[in-house]
């Protein structure tokens, strides 16, 4: 039973790491949508794009605003399936969300990563949907 177990968990992690290795590398948003509880923001164009760095099992985001006045970023451990993509936040601007499990569907086509969702912000809940490219 427990030699079944270990099999079972084996192959379990061995098709999370071949589905990260699909993900891996590097992103750049080039669509965004984020549902607020009293406004939509939608963005096509990026002045200062975010970009998004995935290896096999860590994430890290960031951007500047266009001023140049504030950074935002994130990052921690992530797991993706294949249609799930959840991120484990150890840092984030948002401290509120540090600690927690974030799942989002996730779609990967080419070099298009599509993964929506919604964010557990201080504000209320946020869905957002984001489009990236891989850059690399």
Not at 63 to 72: C, L, R
Not at 98 to 104: A, K, Q, T
Not at 115 to 120: I, R, T, Y
Request: glycine share 10%.
């Amino acid at each position: 039973m427990i030699f079944a177990i270990g099999l079972l968990l084996l192959g379990t992690t061995s098709v999370l790491c071949q589905n990260s290795d699909k993900l891996q590398g590097a992103w750049e948003i080039i669509y965004a949508e984020y549902i607020y509880p009293d406004t939509t923001i939608e963005n096509t164009q990026f002045a200062n794009p975010s970009v998004k760095l995935l290896t096999e099992k860590h994430f890290a985001f960031g951007f500047q605003d266009n001023n140049g006045e504030s950074i935002t970023a994130g990052g921690g451990e992530y797991s993706y399936n294949g249609e799930t993509y959840t991120e484990h936040i150890k840092y984030h601007i948002a401290s509120s969300i540090v600690g927690i499990s974030i799942e989002f569907k996730s779609k990967l086509e080419g070099d298009k990563w599509t993964v929506s969702g919604v964010l557990p912000m201080d504000e209320g809940n946020t869905k957002m949907r984001e489009i990236w490219k891989r850059i690399e």
